[in-house]
């Protein structure tokens, strides 16, 4: 069974669709790196160049629809200025407001 694809820049895209859990998720990080990029005034294209992805690539991390390398997060995170904080909890726990 194939695992991944490998898009014109040479960084392989899963196959495997996101999961409804998880969509919403990479969907608000995608919405975040768009409005950085935006505020730098940089264009995909520098971007994408600067990281090692494709545009096509690029597009579908801000709408949420792909899941992508770490590695790559970072790298854009690090082009753009920014960083990132992760707050671990229990799923089953809930938030007080």
Request: charged content about 35%; aromatic content about 6%; hydrophobic content about 30%.
């Amino acid at each position: 069974m194939k695992k991944s694809t490998k898009d014109s820049k040479g960084s392989y895209e899963p196959v495997t669709k996101v999961k409804d859990t998880h969509h919403e998720l990479l969907k608000r990080i995608g919405i975040e790196l768009e409005e950085r990029r935006k505020e730098k005034n940089i264009s995909v294209t520098t971007l994408c160049d600067k990281v090692g992805i494709s545009r096509t690539t690029y597009y579908r991390i801000t709408k949420g629809m792909i899941y992508f390398n770490i590695q790559k997060m970072l790298d854009l995170l690090d082009e753009l200025g920014a960083n990132v904080t992760i707050n671990f909890r229990d799923n089953n726990t809930t938030e007080q407001a």
